[in-house]
């Protein structure tokens, strides 16, 4: 099965920050990365897929970027909506597994 | 709008078993693989399997050989059999629709149901 370590498990930073996250693949998964928000008693929702491809609605200060094993979630300017634990998803091959998950502060 | 409902959970004793079901709306169900995701409480996402649109079904170490994933396309419902139940399936499970043009990332969920397996 393949390995995702997701860094830091926690950050806490202000408003307008720059915030960046990393998710690391214990194999090569090419660009079948995805990145979910999970806002305390919802369901997750998908921010980036492909490494780099924003979903429709996501804002713009959200991005992703990688290849192979080694990936990055950035957010450009914090804002206080953005509150929220954030994961990272495999999807290369089965089983699909999840990084750990880095709980954003505010 | 795409809309994914999950139902049938509810607490249950070690070793018994039970099914929950997903229904779906919105969008050709069999174009989509299925998949369920839980999360323990205050834990992280663990994925749990699902089932393509072939039919082809794929699960967690965890739960293989206790957990059977089925779909009926003609009703847009997917199943989550959960049989030889243990105290560490407890948890708030999701189901996920999988699109294939987004690398099969999972772009809706439902609300979850939870599922409590204790004595």
């Known amino acids: 099965d393949i390995q995702m370590t997701q860094s830091p498990s926690s950050l806490s930073a202000s408003v307008g920050d720059r915030v960046t996250i990393t998710c690391r693949a214990s194999q090569s998964i090419n660009i079948y990365l995805n990145w979910y928000q999970q806002k305390p008693g919802k369901a997750p929702e998908l921010l980036i897929y492909?490494?780099?491809s924003l979903q429709r609605g996501v804002p713009s200060r959200f991005s992703g970027s990688g290849s192979g094993a080694d990936f990055t979630l950035t957010i450009s300017s914090l804002q206080p909506e953005d509150f929220a634990t954030y994961f990272c998803?495999?999807?290369?091959?089965?089983?699909?597994?999840f990084g750990q998950g880095t709980k954003v502060e505010i | 709008e795409v809309q994914l409902v999950e139902s049938g959970g509810g607490l249950v004793q070690p070793g018994r078993s039970l099914r929950l079901s997903c229904s779906a709306s919105g969008f050709t169900f069999r174009d989509n693989a299925i998949g369920w995701v839980r999360q323990a409480p205050g834990k992280g996402l663990e994925w749990v399997g699902f089932?393509?649109?072939?039919?082809?079904?794929e699960y967690a170490a965890s739960v293989k050989g206790r957990f059977t994933i089925s779909r009926d396309d003609s009703k847009s419902i997917a199943y989550l059999q959960m049989n030889r139940l243990k105290n560490e399936d407890t948890a708030l499970y999701f189901c996920a629709r999988e699109e294939a043009g987004l690398f099969e990332g999972i772009d809706y969920w439902g609300q979850g149901t939870l599922v409590t397996v204790s004595s």
């Open positions: 492909g490494a780099s």
């Open positions: 089932v393509d649109y072939g039919g082809t079904t």
């Open positions: 998803q495999q999807s290369y091959s089965t089983p699909r597994t």
